[in-house]
Every structure is written in structure tokens, then in C-alpha cells.
Nanobody, 120 residues
Framework: QVQLVESGGGFVQPGGSLRLICAASGSIFRINAMGWYRQAPGKQRELVAVITSGGSTNYADSVKGRFTISRDNAKNTVYLQMNSLDPEDTAVYYC??????????????WGQGTLVTVSS
């Protein structure tokens, strides 16, 4: 079994910053790509940022230059530093990972989500 647990969401004013953290636990041999997705009310879930095991990153156009994804492979943890937050960034943020355990691959592991609210 593999689990992802997110933390770091909350309420912030426009222009503020938040740092999301996602920690993986369980029977983990290696984690391939890790990413952050978000789902705003009434909208579909969308990719925010993704990072490979080697550190290559990709971002949604809407967050480029404001958000930074990083990871600590030794801790099986991925981070999302969010700066210059805008009310349009309000959403539930989900962590996702492609995990290889000692017995099988889990290509789509999801966390429970953490709410980010940007409002004045």
C-alpha cells in the first residue's frame, strides 16, 4: 500500500504565498514522476506542475513564474511553493505520484487534497 498526504493549504490574501507539502509513505521502492493538480469549484481537475525523479519540471502556463515544484527523493516528498497568489488560484490541490513498490507499480496514487483559498 502507498499513501500520499498533503499539507500546507489554507487562506491567504492576494499576492501572498503558501507552500504545499506532499509526503508519500508505504512500501516504496522508487517514485517516478510526482505532480500537483488542482480543482476549482465547478471546473475540471487540471495539472499545475510535475517533476520527474531526475528533477525535470513542467508547469501549467497559468502558474509559470509564480509556482515552483521541487522534491526530496530521500524523504519521498514533493513541494509546491506558490507565490503571488491570485483568487483564480483558489482550488483544492491534489498530489499525484507514479510509485513503484517492491511488488508492483502504482501509476496513479492520489492524495486527499488540501484547500487553498485566495481572497481579500
Amino acid at each position: 500500500q502507498v499513501q500520499l498526504v498533503e499539507s500546507g493549504g489554507g487562506f491567504v490574501q492576494p499576492g501572498g504565498s503558501l507552500r504545499l507539502i506532499c509526503a508519500a509513505s508505504g512500501s516504496i521502492f522508487r517514485i517516478n514522476a510526482m505532480g500537483w493538480y488542482r480543482q476549482a469549484p465547478g471546473k475540471q481537475r487540471e495539472l499545475v506542475a510535475v517533476i520527474t525523479s531526475g528533477g525535470s519540471t513542467n508547469y501549467a502556463d497559468s502558474v509559470k513564474g509564480r509556482f515552483t515544484i521541487s522534491r526530496d527523493n530521500a524523504k519521498n516528498t514533493v513541494y509546491l511553493q506558490m507565490n503571488s497568489l491570485d483568487p483564480e488560484d483558489t482550488a483544492v490541490y491534489y498530489c499525484n505520484a507514479d510509485v513503484l513498490s517492491f511488488t508492483r507499480r502504482y501509476p496513479e496514487v492520489w492524495g486527499q487534497g488540501t484547500l487553498v483559498t485566495v481572497s481579500s
